[in-house]
């Protein structure tokens, strides 16, 4: 599939006047809460319709394309393209949509045959030597799948291409489409691996088409087209070192891969637990870290370009508040009601062995990854700003350290903690990794250390009141956990009731995040 043109406009449009960045952290948001509702809807279907074996098999297949979709398309696209795309006109933006465009699914075409012919060495990297996964079926899997990497690049570049110019309704919704496609194909298709397979790629062409109207109505609709262009080249420096740490990350997904299927280490059904951890935890994530962060990017990249030091500071520190304000009771809770949190994902209890294990490694994985969502929405906000400096080098560096040294954590920790290792592990890494990112800062353009540290103080203590509060009132309540209709009520009673003492607490303090909101819902 490609971008048709829309053919060049008569004349210039008029400049759009400077939009909200409330009101485009709020589309971001809502369409990031949709994106992640609609995809637990869709692990709900996945886990439900189809047998642990045939779920963990797709799991293993669909990250070879989740590989290279972040080392060439959504991250390194987004944190790249946009701050250089911002300082050039209109004229040369259209160009440079182009031949980047055109360059990009060129890479992505040779890359896709070349996955599929390579998927049985790719297979055998992913999974361990005495495995507790289906092989085959994960090898006929990955071949079905690996179209799915040239959708989400073309994707990738129209969410680039809006988001660059603050248009963010359709971008956000996008996964939107994905998710309530995949479900469609998942409830109403045959349950077999095809199939399965099948429904993922039609959610990637659902991805795309939602974005091509909104690309043309604002006069962004590229040819691709393999020509040169002068910023070519910068996004490409620009997306080199990020691709590099993204690599990093990956490196670091495939063996805890490798580790959650051997079958020395753990049984059968932990891998699903930890897909549906990961879920549960990127919508989390998702909504209260990255959101916010997604939409003062482009501010952060004007700043930049303009050399405004001083507001490149305030945004930075007023990102950060945002944020941690955010994610700090949401760790909180999730730590103190994990097996309640991972039970919606079950519409019914653990039936069989391979359930319970998945149920129980879904909890512990999901309540260790939560330590690590404060230290994470710090280094979250800090690489975006290097990203927007077009510092990518120092960014790269702390962050390519910090991936390998996680995976010496998982090497150290996990073997004799088990699940708990996997989070102990991110939340070190995510704190060394704050450190030296500020220490980089610091030296270009200052640091706003005290604003940060005491806004940190404040937060970080009332969390965990507010995260004792809930566990107090979940132990008091007579329901276990494992089924979605009896785990409900004691989330929304002992959520709310932590969420209560947060906003009481911060309240008491006059943090000014929390008065924002209320002054907002006075309106």
């Given at each position: ?196 397979a099948f429904g993922w790629l039609l ?136 097996p309640y949190v991972i039970s919606i ?179």
């Amino acid at each position: 599939m490609t971008f048709e043109d829309a053919g060049p406009p008569d004349a210039p449009p008029p400049a759009s006047p400077k939009k909200s960045l409330r009101a485009n952290t709020i589309i971001v948001m809502l369409g990031t809460l949709g994106s992640r509702l609609s995809g637990i809807l869709r692990q709900m279907a996945l886990n439900n319709l189809f047998s642990v074996t045939l779920v963990e098999a797709f799991n293993t297949a669909i990250t070879i394309p989740n590989l290279l979709r972040e080392l060439l398309a959504e991250g390194a696209l987004v944190n790249s393209f946009i701050p250089v795309y911002k300082t050039l006109d209109a004229t040369e933006r259209r160009r440079l949509a182009q031949a980047f465009s055109g360059v990009l699914i060129a890479v992505n075409l040779l890359l896709m045959a070349a996955g599929i012919l390579a998927a049985p060495y790719l297979v055998d990297l992913l999974l361990a030597g005495q495995s507790n996964i289906d092989r085959e079926l994960a090898l006929f899997m990955t071949r079905m799948v690996m179209p799915f990497l040239m959708l989400i690049s073309l994707s990738a570049i129209a969410m680039g291409l809006l988001n660059a110019d603050e248009h963010f309704r359709e971008s956000s919704f996008a996964p939107v489409a994905f998710n309530i496609a995949s479900i469609a194909a998942l409830v109403l298709l045959p349950k077999q691996a095809e199939w399965l397979a099948f429904g993922w790629l039609l959610g990637g062409v659902a991805q795309l088409v939602v974005q091509l109207p909104a690309l043309n109505r604002f006069g962004l609709l590229p040819t691709p087209a393999l020509m040169g262009h002068p910023a070519v080249r910068r996004v490409l420096r620009q997306m080199a070192p990020f691709t590099l740490t993204a690599g990093a990350r990956q490196f670091l997904n495939v063996y805890v891969l490798r580790l959650l299927s051997d079958a020395r280490l753990f049984d059968s059904g932990t891998q699903a637990g930890y897909f549906n951890a990961q879920a549960l935890f990127t919508t989390v994530n998702g909504l209260f870290v990255v959101s916010p962060v997604l939409a003062v990017f482009p501010r952060f990249s004007q700043a930049a370009a303009e050399k405004d030091w001083a507001q490149f500071r305030a945004l930075t520190a007023s990102t950060i508040r945002t944020t941690t304000f955010l994610a700090a009771p949401m760790s909180a809770l999730i730590i103190a009601l994990s097996p309640y949190v991972i039970s919606i994902i079950n519409t019914h209890a653990p039936r069989t062995a391979e359930e319970t294990v998945k149920f129980l490694a879904g909890a512990g994985i999901l309540s260790s990854w939560s330590l690590a969502l404060v230290p994470w929405a710090l280094v979250t906000v800090l690489l975006r700003t290097f990203y927007a400096r077009e510092r990518t080098r120092e960014a790269v560096t702390i962050s390519a350290i910090g991936f390998v040294l996680e995976v010496g954590l998982y090497r150290l920790l996990v073997p004799p903690l088990g699940l708990i290792g996997f989070g102990l592990s991110t939340t070190i890494s995510g704190l060394l990794m704050t450190a030296a990112l500020i220490v980089l800062y610091r030296r270009a353009v200052g640091f706003p250390a005290r604003e940060v540290t005491g806004h940190l103080l404040r937060v970080v203590p009332l969390a965990a009141v507010a995260g004792g509060a809930a566990w107090l009132i979940a132990r008091a309540l007579p329901i276990q956990p494992g089924f979605i209709l009896t785990s409900i009520p004691v989330l929304a009673l002992a959520s709310s009731a932590g969420l209560a003492v947060y906003l009481g607490g911060a309240l008491a303090l006059r943090m000014p995040e929390v008065s924002a909101v209320t002054r907002r819902l006075r309106r």
